[in-house]
């Protein structure tokens, strides 16, 4: 049976992400720190006919990623799938002399990842196999004004995904950097302006799993992005701050 690890499971990409596997009736771990929305979560893992295994958890404590993971792969034997999806949004809040709004979304996209898969590899490595997968964003392609902290967790982990698929593809581990657009979750949900090519996060994660089945390194979607992203990327300074949002 499949095993599957999957943190930020309690909404949106990750909750999507849970009932795909379930439904190809793989053990999901689900972890979220939303104690609430994680048991009707596992309600439907099991619903859709997969065993859950459920972890409240911050990805931000470095510790409690480690316990979780072990349990797991003591609970399961071993670890297929694991998808680095929790994040969070927000601005930088760049005059308010404060940078601890900044250095939470840092935290937690950039440590979030890490402290999430590290401590994996060390099994996967024993079982020369594994697929990691890690949620960035097309907006970890280019400063967006405003969203400094979030563009840069990104673009961090687009980076530590590039990084580590060189050092762990020869144990037959591939590393997956997921690039969305606007996916529709509650994360864009308070977006008051209009978000091209809004993609259902269902559709979203049958393409996202269908992508690290194939061990592909770098995947953009909605595929519209594919054709905008080198632009932005060569984009007039004074144009990017048309996408002040
Ligand atoms: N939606 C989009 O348009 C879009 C576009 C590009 C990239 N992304 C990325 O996709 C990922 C999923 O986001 P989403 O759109 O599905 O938004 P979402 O519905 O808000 O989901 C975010 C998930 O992350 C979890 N999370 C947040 N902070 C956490 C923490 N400290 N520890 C553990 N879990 C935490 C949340 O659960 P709890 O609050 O229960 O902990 C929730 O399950 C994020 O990395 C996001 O940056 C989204």
Redesign the pocket.
């Given at each position: 049976m499949k095993s599957v690890f999957i943190?930020?499971?309690?909404?949106?990409?990750?909750?999507s992400l849970a009932y795909y596997y379930a439904k190809e009736g793989a053990t999901v771990g689900i972890?979220?720190?939303?104690d609430d929305?994680?048991k009707a979560v596992e309600e439907k893992v099991k619903e859709y006919g997969g065993s859950p295994v459920t972890f409240q958890?911050?990805?931000?404590n470095q510790e409690a990623c480690k316990q979780a993971a072990d349990q797991f792969i003591q609970q399961t034997g071993v670890i297929d799938i694991l998808i680095a999806?929790?994040?969070?949004?927000g601005t930088d809040k760049l005059s308010s002399g404060d940078a601890s709004a900044i250095n939470k979304i840092l935290s937690?996209?950039i440590l979030?990842v890490t402290n999430t898969v590290i401590p994996f590899i060390p099994a996967m490595k024993k079982q020369q196999s594994g697929r990691i997968c890690i949620?960035?964003?097309?907006?970890g392609t280019r400063g967006l004004v405003g969203h400094g902290g979030y563009s840069s967790s990104?673009a961090a982990v687009r980076v530590l995904g590039d990084s580590w698929d060189y050092s762990l593809s020869r144990h037959n581990i591939s590393t997956t950097v997921v690039f969305?657009?606007?996916?529709a979750?509650?994360?864009?949900a308070k977006h008051q302006y209009k978000m091209y090519f809004l993609m259902n996060?269902n559709t979203a994660a049958g393409k996202i799993a269908q992508a690290i089945k194939i061990g592909k390194r770098k995947y953009v979607l909605p595929w519209q992005w594919r054709i905008i992203i080198p632009i932005f990327r060569i984009l007039p300074r004074r144009l990017i701050n048309l996408f002040s949002v």
């Open positions: 943190t930020g499971a309690s909404s949106g990409i990750g909750e972890a979220a720190r939303r929305r994680l958890l911050d990805v931000s999806n929790a994040g969070v949004g937690i996209n979030g949620i960035s964003s097309v907006a990104k969305p657009g606007w996916i979750t509650e994360m864009t996060s």
